[in-house]
């Protein structure tokens, strides 16, 4: 006798909905920090300054400003260090955000998928908006920045959150059956990426057994294509983008696979073990 009315709804209005959703998680993720959004990104951006600044003294001191790509060296730290930012906080927001069994689950309309894309998009909007800052404060107040193709340079800086994200989707179907191995998994990979990912050096001045060491990282690619976008007298010979896109696509399709199991499995206790 009681029973719900079923409404049946259009393929837009679902499809709206979602976007909806998504909306409000993105904004719900950016304030996870900080309950004041402007102080959010600023905390990001004083993060990305006090990276580029540690880089370049270390950089000054070592000597190590030769070995650079010639043209503007803080654009070259800078275009490993957002490239690296970017793919480590999508992999861990995306790692961080709400599993099967969280209590925000439990509202209808919400799912793992919707928590998954809003947490990435969410690292995307502030590593972008703060990239954006960063490079418009530098170039009115120090130096002019010119960057060679800035759409494929951006294209790379996606590409490292793509990847990011990809490796975050693996570790959050693998978290709630083995939590403790999978924190420390993400801990070893954000930190052995600080030099990994080749923000460093430059790969094209790298012996063949060095090479080896580094160019199974997603993120070693990236970086390395677009320093070849930014600075028009470098082009990259060991790196390729495309090898990124398809370690990313990959690991996607086994996040998603692993996220289905683990959502048809899901029990309330998980999060006690964690």
């Known amino acids: ?42 905390m990001n951006i004083l993060q990305s300054v006090i990276f580029v600044g540690v880089f ?7 000597g190590m400003r030769g070995a650079a790509v010639r ?5 070259y730290i800078m275009s490993g260090i957002f490239l690296y930012m970017t793919h480590t906080k999508a992999l ?7 599993g099967p069994a969280s209590p925000m689950m439990q509202h209808a309309p919400m799912n793992t998928i919707i928590a998954i894309l809003s947490a990435a998009l969410g690292s995307l909007y ?30 790379m800086l996606l590409l490292s959150w793509f990847s990011g994200a990809a490796v975050g989707l693996v570790l959050l179907s693998l978290k709630p059956w083995f939590p403790t191995a999978v924190s420390l998994f993400q801990t070893i990979y954000q930190r052995a990426n600080m030099i990994a990912s080749g923000k460093m050096f430059v790969a094209n001045t790298l012996p063949a057994f060095m090479l080896a060491m580094f160019d199974w990282n997603p993120l070693f690619h990236t970086i390395d294509q677009a320093r070849g976008f930014a600075f028009v007298n470098y082009n990259p010979r060991n790196s390729d983008p ?16 692993g996220e289905f199991y683990t959502r048809r499995h899901a029990s309330l206790s998980w999060s006690a073990r964690r």
């Open 1 to 42: 006798m009681f029973q719900p009315i079923r409404k049946n709804r259009s393929t837009l209005v679902v499809v709206m909905t979602m976007f909806e959703l998504v909306y409000h998680s993105i904004v719900r993720s950016v304030r996870r920090t900080h309950n004041n959004a402007f102080l959010a990104i600023g």
């Open 71 to 75: 043209g503007d060296f803080l654009v």
């Open 92 to 98: 861990g927001a995306v790692a961080g955000s709400e």
């Open 242 to 257: 495309m090898y990124a896109f398809w370690v990313g696509l990959v690991l996607v399709m086994l996040g998603l696979m």
């Open 126 to 155: 502030i590593q972008v908006l703060s990239l954006a800052i960063i490079l418009f404060a530098y170039h009115v107040a120090w130096n002019p920045v010119e960057i060679d193709q800035p759409a494929a340079a951006f294209g």
């Open 56 to 62: 370049f003294i270390m950089f000054s001191i070592l």
